[in-house]
């Protein structure tokens, strides 16, 4: 009888062999199978061994045994913010490039909410999950809990990848403090010293966050900080509608802020609608800017300047660190960080005494 042209494929049973291991061990380490005791050290031999002889697991069989589903949960804070949703789209184009589905929960900021995402996990619902890092929590302890229960599950073994930034997950996120950085030089650069903030989201202060990287800036380049010039609001148009409406009536002789730092576009639209019932002119006498450059911002009136964070790569990286850790389950935590740039429009121009200067 000939021989098959094709050689015989490597199989659980060599890389038992070659990594001195029981083929139970070998199942166990690959499937990244949680609360198992094996020592590192075996670990790192079954490893070794597998990629030696370029074993690769019959996928199918795989499913059966760890009953995978093939989706990954993906949650977003707000349906309403088009970022989400342009982060959203990518996870979803590229898990589906690779073989897998998308299931989309909407937390609505609630930790409560996100927290099922977590039964979906333990369920075995989805094989993985992705979390858009934005939520509100009542007090410190209900985040520092919500922390540690999110360390406990990548512990056990279940898979999250965060669009933020965390020591023991898979995380993507903007390069950090860098938007702050370019919008505040920007408005700096045009003059400005009295730079107010619409901020929203992110508002207590064990969180620190967008507010306080840009605070942090100001004071680097000299500009004055004045709390009476922030306003710290909920995550929608309304909450940003009325805050604006709150700091203008605050200054109503001129001495507020003459450019407006805001959360992100979505609450930008409603600070230009603010501005523009109080009839304050956008940029001639108060400029704006914001973050997430999505596509509404080229069509406010007027088109809005905002901080650009690559939602698509931001989506395209979070899909493929998480399939990657399916296969990989052992890896340390990864985190990337992807570009950011100044996306420069209408909303913000010269500060009104530098503009006076200009004509004198």
Not at 102 to 128: M, S
Not at 158 to 176: K, N
Request: include cysteine; proline fraction near 6%; charged fraction near 20%.
């Amino acid at each position: 009888m000939a021989k098959s042209a094709h050689p015989k494929r490597p199989t659980s049973r060599d890389v038992a062999r070659l990594a001195g291991v029981s083929q139970t061990t070998v199942s166990l380490v690959i499937n990244g199978v949680p609360g198992v005791n094996i020592s590192e050290e075996t670990r790192a031999r079954v490893w070794a061994a597998v990629e030696r002889i370029d074993y690769h697991p019959n996928e199918a069989a795989r499913s059966l045994v760890l009953r995978a589903t093939r989706a990954i949960g993906l949650a977003i804070p707000d349906a309403s913010n088009p970022h989400y949703l342009e982060v959203a789209a990518a996870i979803e184009a590229a898990a589906e490039a690779r073989g897998y589905h998308v299931l989309l929960a909407l937390t609505n900021f609630d930790p409560r909410r996100e927290e099922r995402c977590f039964g979906w996990l333990k369920q075995r619902r989805i094989d993985a999950l992705i979390l858009c890092d934005s939520r509100i929590f009542s007090s410190p302890d209900e985040f520092e809990h919500h922390e540690s229960e999110i360390s406990a599950l990548c512990t056990q073994g279940y898979i999250i990848t965060t669009l933020g930034g965390h020591a023991v997950l898979d995380s993507v996120m903007p390069q950090e403090t860098q938007g702050e950085r370019l919008l505040v030089e920007h408005l700096a650069a045009l003059g400005h010293r009295r730079i107010g903030y619409i901020y929203g989201v992110f508002d207590q202060a064990y969180l620190g966050g967008r507010l306080q990287a840009c605070l942090a800036v100001q004071r680097e380049l000299g500009l004055p900080v004045h709390e009476r010039w922030v306003r710290r609001c909920g995550p929608a148009r309304a909450d940003a509608y009325a805050a604006t409406a709150s700091l203008l009536a605050d200054h109503p002789d001129g001495d507020g802020p003459t450019a407006l730092i805001v959360e992100n576009d979505l609450l930008a639209t409603a600070v230009l609608s603010a501005l523009a019932a109080a009839s304050v002119r956008v940029p001639e006498e108060i400029s704006v800017g914001s973050f997430d450059n999505t596509a509404m911002a080229a069509y406010t009136v007027p088109p809005l300047t905002s901080v650009d964070p690559d939602p698509l790569g931001m989506g395209e990286q979070a899909a493929q660190l998480t399939i990657e850790r399916l296969a990989a389950r052992q890896r340390p935590p990864v985190h990337l960080q992807t570009p950011v740039q100044l996306a420069v429009r209408a909303s913000t121009g010269p500060a009104p005494v530098a503009r006076r200067r200009e004509r004198g």
